[in-house]
């Protein structure tokens, strides 16, 4: 019985494959470029100026950057934002559905209420 099969790709294979996995990673690529850039134009940047009051009603994560949406039908994004009293919780680690988010305009912070206890968050 013989037990030394190798397996021999001809190499008329290997153009196709290469450029199929290619044209899988451009696609990808392109895909999520789209749905990033959709994200960015349907919810609004804070930034020092904005002024926020309202409850969480959804919460999106991608990559530290949270996308909100308040109970009122703003949709917000919060680029990486750090309390740095407590252990340097970014804010996207503590954000829950429900919780109050405050913000000033002319503030760099972001005020995170739940229930008795608030949160402080520095923008950037």
Known sequence: MRTD???????????PAIVFILSLV???T???????????????????ETSVNG?????YIEKGASFVT????????IDLSRNYKTENISLHESLQI?????????SDTILLIRGNRTEY???G
């Open 5 to 15: 099969y190798h397996i021999k790709v001809e190499p008329k294979y290997y153009i």
């Open 26 to 28: 451009i696609f990808g």
């Open 30 to 48: 392109i895909y999520n470029s789209n749905r990033i850039k959709n994200l960015h134009s349907e919810y609004h940047n804070i930034s020092d």
């Open 55 to 59: 409850i969480i009603d959804d919460i």
């Open 70 to 77: 308040l109970k009122d039908g703003n949709k917000l994004f």
């Open 98 to 106: 429900g919780d109050s988010i405050v913000k000033y305009a002319g």
């Open 121 to 123: 968050y520095i923008i």
